[in-house]
């Protein structure tokens, strides 16, 4: 397994606290891009008023963090493209009777 499937299923263990569904399934992860032992991670969430726009990057930031092979986590948080409901994997529409 390799350090940036390390870093999604540690991403994986975390949920939006409004959607079933894990923020990796929900498609609010743009990009994970590994180099030596820093993960830099480009990330939207579902609305910009988020309830937890504060703490759910500094979750995936921590997350990222327990990745053995990781020592620094650059963390983006991006609204470009805005997120939409098709960005969610078919598992994660599945869940929610998408």
Known sequence: M???DKIIDEI???YDP???VNIYELGLIYDIEVSGKKAKIKMTLTTPNCPVAESLPKEVKESAMQVEEIDEVDLELVWDPPWNKDM???AA???LNL
Request: no cysteine.
């Open 2 to 4: 390799d350090i940036k």
């Open 12 to 14: 994986r263990k975390i």
């Open 18 to 20: 409004e959607i079933p």
């Open 88 to 90: 969610m994997s078919d």
């Open 93 to 95: 529409k599945l869940e």
